[in-house]
């Protein structure tokens, strides 16, 4: 059983920045892929962002070049997401889950809001 504590959301004006933290019980990020996702009020959960167990990230095109998903290499417990350059339309309840994409563990989710 694996345990994903999201932190690091909030309420931040359009233009600002947020940088998002997952940590998870055991060091499962060295060798498993994980993702980024969110999920705006009435809108299905989609993916943000993901990263393979060698560091390779990929982005929704959305957010290409203004966020950017990393990982703690001295722990492979904690991935972040580094979040510039925010809209409103970012706005949503973002969670991790881990392996990527076949999802068996999810975080309880931390609520970003971005302000016009």
């Known amino acids: 059983q694996v345990q994903l504590v999201e932190s690091g959301g909030g309420l931040v004006q359009a233009g600002g920045s947020l940088r998002l933290s997952c940590a998870a019980s055991?060091?499962?990020?060295?060798?498993?892929?994980m993702g980024w996702f969110r999920q705006a009020p009435v809108k299905q959960r989609e993916l943000v962002a993901s990263i393979t167990g060698g560091g390779t990230a990929n982005y929704v095109d959305s957010v290409k070049g203004r966020f950017t998903i990393s990982r703690d290499n001295a722990k492979n417990t904690v991935v972040y997401l580094q979040m510039n350059s925010l809209k409103p339309e970012d706005t949503a309840v973002y969670y991790c889950?881990?392996?990527?994409?076949?999802?068996?563990?999810w975080g309880q989710g931390t609520q970003v809001t971005v302000s016009s």
């Open positions: 055991t060091s499962i990020f060295g060798i498993n892929s």
């Open positions: 889950a881990v392996p990527f994409p076949n999802i068996h563990y």
